[in-house]
């Protein structure tokens, strides 16, 4: 069977990451427009990422560039969010009540 190799290069590190999947596989995710996951459910997420971003031509950020980047979001939503009180504000306070 042939082969083909997919590869995308990471934004931030500029690291090409390469990943190798028959052809037939490659042609039904493109052509028949399957879910990544259920054409290859045994790669990883990281590599299932690969071969969708070298279809999307958006950036791409390998795993540990992502970590680094986004690590600041997750501290950031935690904080956005009060603590649940157990009480259902949206129905016992503001100008409708």
């Known amino acids: 069977m042939k082969i083909a190799k997919i590869g995308a290069t990471c934004s931030e590190c500029h690291k090409s990451h390469v990943v190798r999947v028959y052809a037939v596989d490659y042609d039904n995710y493109i052509i028949n427009r399957e879910l990544v996951q259920n054409v290859w459910p045994d ?5 299932r990422e690969i071969i969708i971003n070298s279809q999307v031509g958006g950036p791409y950020y390998c795993s540990p560039c992502w970590d680094k980047l986004f690590e600041e979001d997750d501290k950031y939503d935690e904080d956005l969010w009060p603590e649940d009180t157990g009480k259902d504000n949206w129905r ?6």
């Open 92 to 97: 016992t306070e503001g100008p409708y009540c």
């Open 43 to 47: 790669m990883t997420p990281d590599e």
